[in-house]
Nanobody, 121 residues
Framework: QVQLVESGGGLVHPGGSLRLSCAASGNIFSIYAMGWYRQAPGKQRELVATITSYGSINYADSVKGRFTISRDNAKNTVYLQMNSLKPEDTAVYYC???????????????WGQGTQVTVSS
């Protein structure tokens, strides 16, 4: 059983910072990529940032220059440092992992339960 557990969400003023963490645990053979997505009320889930096991990174245009994704492969953990937060960053943030749980099982995407980020004065 694979679990992704997020932490670090909360309420912050505009211009503030938060750091999200997501740790993958359970039966994991190999993780290919991890990332963050977000979903605001009434909107579709959208990509925020992803990072591969080799360190290749992709950001949504809306967060470039403000958010930084990083990864600790030894701990199966991905982080999202969010600076200069704006009210429009308010959303539930979900961790995603593209991984193979066992050698004989196929690669698939797994999701965390989500963590709320609210940016408000």
């Amino acid at each position: 059983q694979v679990q992704l557990v997020e932490s670090g969400g909360g309420l912050v003023h505009p211009g503030g910072s938060l750091r999200l963490s997501c740790a993958a645990s359970g039966n994991i053979f190999s993780i290919y990529a991890m990332g963050w997505y977000r979903q605001a009320p009434g909107k579709q889930r959208e990509l925020v940032a992803t990072i591969t096991s080799y360190g290749s990174i992709n950001y949504a245009d809306s967060v470039k220059g403000r958010f930084t994704i990083s990864r600790d492969n030894a701990k199966n953990t991905v982080y999202l440092q969010m600076n200069s937060l704006k009210p429009e960053d308010t959303a539930v943030y979900y961790c995603n992992a593209d991984l193979q749980p066992e050698r004989w099982k196929r690669r698939d995407g797994y999701w965390g339960q989500g963590t709320q980020v609210t940016v408000s004065s």
